[in-house]
């Protein structure tokens, strides 16, 4: 029975792991679709966004029925619990990167912002696919190092999202209503996938530590 449920414990884990890939190669594409104005690629992330959605079902129904049959205690019930409240915050991620191709498919043939910002864009979405990449390393190796990595990577993002609204704000942002719109839209999306990448990552680090807000990653 011990072998069944550890079986099952990987399995879940091997499922995040699956997941955190499925949300990387999704904000990849999103963002090449976004930056190309490719809508064919927009279309395919649009799509793969429910195989992201059924990942989480199946990972959340597994982890469900663990806690139901098998009873688990300490150390393992903290990584069958932090298991789904992960899934969540990669499903959520998953749903952002759908939402940046959405843009791109919307405004097509016209790009969705104007070139002078499309920069600071390339920069958030290249530290948010670098956060998903980090993310599935830290599932693999739990190296905590990773988390501290992540942290930085996204207290850059936010400083990138705040320097948006004070371009969109500038006396010589002339674009229209729609575009500052898709704008502010857009830092959002970025800005928020990389907010649920840090949930992520600190949930790993208190199934690896115990302690759910260590100093040192606030």
Not at 154 to 175: C, E, K, M, Q, Y
Request: charged share 25%; glycine share 4%.
């Amino acid at each position: 029975m011990r072998k069944v449920f550890q079986a099952e414990l990987e399995g879940i884990g091997e499922e995040l792991v699956t997941m955190t890939q499925d949300v990387g190669e999704a904000m990849r594409r999103a963002w090449t679709s976004f930056a190309t104005a490719d809508t064919d690629l927009a279309q395919e992330v649009i799509a793969a966004d429910a195989r992201i959605d059924f990942l989480q079902n199946q990972l959340d129904e597994r982890a469900i029925d663990v806690l139901a049959l098998q009873g688990p205690v300490a150390a393992d019930l903290r990584m069958i619990v932090g298991s789904l409240r992960m899934s969540a915050s990669l499903e959520r991620m998953g749903d952002l990167a759908r939402h940046i191709a959405q843009l791109t498919r919307l405004r097509f043939p016209e790009p969705v912002v104007p070139d002078r910002i499309l920069p600071t864009f390339q920069e958030m979405a290249t530290l948010d696919m670098e956060i998903a990449s980090q993310l599935t390393e830290l599932l693999t190796t739990r190296d905590l190092e990773l988390v501290r990595k992540i942290v930085s990577a996204n207290s850059r993002i936010d400083d990138l999202h705040a320097s948006v609204f004070r371009i969109v704000a500038g006396p010589d942002w002339t674009a229209s209503a729609p575009t500052t719109a898709d704008a502010t839209l857009t830092s959002r999306y970025l800005e928020r996938f990389g907010d649920h990448g840090v949930s992520v990552a600190r949930k790993v680090s208190y199934l690896v530590t115990g302690e759910w807000e260590p100093a040192a990653l606030s």
